[in-house]
């Protein structure tokens, strides 16, 4: 018998233990709460670089436009644009400024789903074809040496440019380089065309024996710049991103009420004078919200993510150096609720 009592517990320790378990629990789910609290309430973190579509952000942050929403966000700035491609890739930012482009790129070659939430601008003169003196029309660069960064979006510009003069790829000698090496090449004639982006573009025009025979304004629609997210931040934290896009069109409204303030924070962010930057932002069409509600509409035409994407993921699965030997599914990523909810 006494062995059988020694096997009971008392009522009352079984009670408190029940209410330590139940303490435990309890202070597991606080703190768990609390977690996702506290990720629900870290900044979301932005990559952006040069160019004047993204700079316009840092009148946002010095004007202090995300605190005044209540929105928690960090603004990394690269010095190298394609060190915030490479971060986003990697899952380090969760957001980037990002050209179309480059989104489909790495839809294609890395696959993490991404969502467009805003379009910021389009290039309208930023790239462009600058040629020889010598040289008076694109026809004219048949045989002719031409450089281009290969799968870019210089690359992208250039046959864009000899599609519409009637040339193909191979009618050229296409030589792939960096950019500025490709603007420093054409202003010493070892190249007689080269497809430049700012500044690399004003430089080599500015130095004598150059010329612009084509540009964006050419090709409007084919060269959106965008704010992009990653899929998991959008679904967790939309609220925040939808007060980041309507932010967007804060900037907007203080750049046209403000214009050489808004000059100056940008050229200053970029270690440019006002003077200077001022045609850099000419070269760029910027996007209100009838813009953005125009290129997140469905159609099939350059105007919208849909048909520019349909156009920029062709060129890619042209070149044979990228191995991309099927266009992207990037319909998914193109996130219009954001922009559709936000009234006139």
Not at 51 to 60: E, L, N, R, S, T
Not at 278 to 298: C, M, P, S, V
């Amino acid at each position: 018998m006494k062995h059988a009592h020694s096997g009971q517990r008392p009522a009352s320790s079984g009670a408190r233990g029940a209410a330590r378990l139940l303490l435990l629990l309890l202070a597991l789910a606080t703190a768990f709460t609390g977690a996702c609290k506290n990720q629900d309430n870290k900044p979301l973190t932005i990559g952006y670089s040069d160019w004047p579509g993204w700079v316009a952000w840092q009148i946002a942050i010095e004007k202090g436009m995300f605190e005044k929403r209540g929105v928690k966000v960090e603004f990394r700035w690269f010095d190298n644009y394609v060190e915030s491609l490479q971060a986003m890739d990697a899952k380090q930012l969760d957001g980037n400024c990002q050209t179309w482009n480059d989104t489909l790129f790495s839809l294609a070659t890395v696959g993490n789903p991404v969502k467009v939430v805003l379009v910021n601008d389009n290039s309208a003169g930023n790239d462009g074809v600058a040629v020889r003196s010598e040289i008076n029309s694109i026809a004219d660069l048949r045989g002719k040496v031409v450089a281009a960064e290969e799968g870019t979006v210089s690359h992208f510009v250039l046959m864009t440019a000899l599609a519409k003069n009637g040339l193909k790829p191979e009618d050229v000698q296409f030589k792939n380089m960096f950019v500025p090496d490709a603007a420093n090449a054409l202003t010493l004639g070892n190249v007689q065309a080269a497809a430049l982006w700012q500044p690399s573009l004003a430089n080599s025009l500015s130095g004598g024996g150059v010329k612009l025979l084509f540009s964006s304004k050419e090709m409007p629609g084919l060269i959106p710049d965008l704010l992009v997210f990653h899929e998991n931040v959008v679904s967790s934290r939309a609220d925040d991103v939808q007060k980041i896009t309507e932010v967007w069109f804060e900037v907007l409204k203080f750049m046209e009420e403000n214009p050489e303030e808004a000059y100056l924070i940008m050229a200053r962010k970029v270690n440019q004078t006002p003077e200077a930057y001022k045609a850099f932002i000419g070269g760029t069409r910027f996007f209100g919200l009838a813009d953005n509600k125009n290129a997140f509409a469905e159609r099939a035409d350059d105007a919208s993510l849909y048909g520019s994407g349909k156009t920029i993921s062709a060129f890619y699965t042209s070149v044979p150096a990228l191995n991309i030997k099927a266009a992207p599914d990037f319909a998914p990523a193109i996130e219009p609720r954001f922009i559709q909810s936000i009234s006139e």
